[in-house]
């Protein structure tokens, strides 16, 4: 079936750089987009999200892009700190999947001193 | 904000024994709740949507027999892994999106480890 997917599982930054996670989906049908942070042994905990009628939207040092001509999806975090060591990953639905969200497969962020 | 709360955190039980996990939203009445599996290193697998006074929906290759799942508030949904064996151990996971329609976001709980030995 169709997937939402990364290509990077770990990304090694130093404090205070800015981070750059990616993700592709396969479904054309996707119409609105959520990045999720989770820390270990712990829910994930909501970023920001993008509906397809947007290509980039800002919250607070974080900006997501979303390219649909080749299905690709974005985040960027801003000076990032120790703090955001955490594994983030990608999700989409579609108006025809009836609210459900599907994960892609998340990208370990390691932010060295 | 929307907290979805889950109980319990962590469980450990013997093969063949059923462990039921609860999972309440705090602040907000959720007519619909998503249960999803976690294994260690892997994504969010989404396994069943929850929905209120009225059977659930699996998805593909989930076995409604084996996961009961009970929505019978508008706060409260649980999830019974019966007969469990050391396959199911894993991080479960419920979610509850607030209002906003399909175009917004899942608030989740903070999972439930289940060990089965």
């Known amino acids: 079936g169709e997937s939402v997917g990364l290509h990077l599982p770990t990304l090694s930054v130093q404090e205070g750089d800015n981070s750059i996670i990616n993700c592709a989906y396969s479904?054309?049908?996707?119409?609105?987009f959520i990045w999720y942070k989770q820390e270990s042994g712990k829910g994930p905990q909501f970023i920001i999200d993008i509906r397809s009628n947007m290509d980039k939207r800002q919250g607070q040092r974080v900006t997501v892009l979303l390219n649909k001509t080749v299905k690709h999806l974005s985040l960027q975090i801003a000076a990032t700190q120790p703090g955001d060591s955490a594994v983030y990953f990608c999700a989409e639905s579609s108006t025809d999947s009836w609210g459900k969200l599907q994960f892609g497969a998340g990208t370990q962020v390691v932010v060295t001193p | 904000g929307a907290v979805v709360s889950q109980h319990p955190s962590w469980v450990i039980c013997k093969s063949g024994t059923s462990v039921k996990i609860e999972c309440r939203s705090l602040?907000?009445?959720?007519?619909?709740m998503f249960w999803y599996r976690q294994f260690p290193k892997q994504s969010l697998m989404l396994m069943a949507t929850?929905?209120?006074?009225?059977?659930?929906?699996?998805e593909q290759g989930v076995e409604k027999d084996k996961f009961l799942i009970n929505h019978a508030s508008l706060t409260l949904s649980t999830l019974t892994v019966t007969s469990a064996h050391p396959e199911d151990s894993s991080f479960y996971i419920c979610?509850?999106?607030?209002?906003?329609?399909?175009?917004?976001?899942?608030?989740f709980g903070n999972g439930t480890r289940l060990t089965v030995t």
């Open positions: 479904n054309s049908a996707s119409d609105y």
């Open positions: 979610s509850a999106r607030v209002g906003g329609g399909n175009n917004s976001p899942l608030h």
């Open positions: 602040d907000f009445q959720a007519t619909t």
């Open positions: 929850s929905n209120e006074g009225s059977k659930a929906t699996y």
